[in-house]
């Protein structure tokens, strides 16, 4: 069965029943017997989607783990509140104090804050590596116990190529996790790629409507079984409405990337080809770095894209006259979004160019992209005549 026809049924029981799997909130489940009880203890010991107690989660819940787990090919999925929560118990449940990890240097912000402000109050220390590194052997200690990806890089987007670098981790013993929320098990899928860990932001892609926050990691073997375990032990579920809401999206998935694809690569050419941009930061845009690597191992690319303005342009003026895009964190909604970005300026995307550059980092929403390229257009060329007045 093609996975578009499995978004669209997931959790769907026999007929007659409702298209979605209703919101089940439940803390307390009751027994008529004892032994009811206790065959549903014993039970939940090896299935995850008993109906047992809320803490367990409830069906709601557990039809969206059991879709995110086949939607990234893992042995099974473990929700979570937010995306750093998702983070931040992958790397509780599969690291001890006085290991070591490595994390990539394009790495997501809060991602490498965490192990900087938490982990290292645990024991826990790192090392970063380059994006493009496909050996990561020159970087191992005695203690690295884990290597931390994310491809394409947060903000800047350089494509790591996953199977070379998880075959020599492997060879050391190492687990690999993935923070996979740009591909959301669509575009991408890391467990395929050699990875132990597959990492969603569901509050992005999945949600799709800027209204849910959530996170979900998905793990195969050894790294399962331990996420498995840390996360009861720990009691991280999703609330049932919020488990509905995902659902609800992935219901749409395909489509709606289809179109984020679209609209971002067509507002990446155009900048391509304004003066006042320096480089436009895409991963379907040739010259890329990684560009053939992302064409062998993704199947398109979603909505974001990152642009170098030329010294001189203002683009908080350029944001602050901006009509579709709004200002704000996150992005995979179905809204447009721009926002200032300060990436380290030693990143591969970003070689060779002035410090003094401003970029801005664009999400195009599903809004009809003439509209889109209108309003940039319009934003620049405002800035353009207020850089001129100064000058």
């Not at 993935?178 to 990492?199: F, H, K, M, Q």
Request: charged share 20%.
């Amino acid at each position: 069965m093609r996975r578009e026809t499995k978004l669209c049924h997931y959790g769907q029981t026999t007929r007659p029943s409702p298209a979605n799997p209703p919101v089940v909130r439940a803390s307390t489940i009751l027994h008529d017997t004892v032994e009811s009880y206790r065959a549903i203890k014993k039970a939940r010991e090896n299935d995850d989607y008993v109906l047992s107690y809320g803490r367990r989660g409830t069906t709601t819940a557990h039809v969206l783990m059991e879709a995110i787990a086949d939607l990234e090919g893992g042995d099974g999925a473990w929700l979570y509140p937010t995306g750093v929560a998702a983070i931040s118990a992958t790397l509780m449940a599969l690291l001890r104090p006085g290991d070591h990890l490595l994390l990539v240097d394009t790495i997501f912000g809060a991602t490498k804050t965490l192990c900087d402000e938490v982990l290292s109050e645990f024991g826990v220390s790192y090392d970063l590596f380059p994006s493009g590194t496909t050996d990561v052997t020159p970087y191992i200690q005695d203690n690295t116990r884990l290597v931390f990806v994310e491809s394409p890089g947060s903000q800047t987007y350089e494509i790591m190529d996953l199977p070379a670098l998880c075959d020599t981790a492997h060879a050391a013993g190492l687990v690999v996790v993935a923070d996979n929320t740009y591909g959301s098990g669509w575009l991408y899928r890391p467990l395929e790629l050699g990875c132990d860990v597959s990492i969603i932001a569901g509050t992005k892609y999945l949600g799709g409507h800027a209204d849910v926050m959530m996170g979900a990691v998905s793990a195969r073997g050894d790294a399962a079984a331990k996420l498995r375990k840390a996360s009861h032990l720990t009691g991280q579920i999703l609330a049932p409405d919020e488990a509905y809401a995902t659902l609800r999206g992935l219901r749409t998935l395909p489509l709606r990337l289809e179109r984020h694809g679209h609209n971002a690569r067509a507002l990446a050419d155009w900048f391509s080809h304004r003066p006042e941009v320096l480089r436009v930061l895409h991963p379907n845009l040739p010259g890329h770095p990684g560009h053939e690597i992302w064409l062998r191992d993704a199947c398109g690319s979603n909505g974001l894209l990152s642009v170098v303005f030329a010294p001189g342009i203002d683009s908080d003026a350029l944001l602050n006259t901006l009509t579709l895009f709004g200002i704000g964190s996150s992005w995979g909604g179905f809204e447009s979004l721009a926002m200032p970005i300060t990436p380290e300026r030693n990143r591969a995307s970003l070689a060779g160019l002035p410090q003094e550059a401003q970029i801005v980092r664009f999400h195009a929403g599903l809004e009809h992209v003439d509209d889109l390229i209108a309003d940039v257009d319009m934003a620049l060329n405002m800035a353009l005549t207020a850089m001129t007045a100064k000058g």
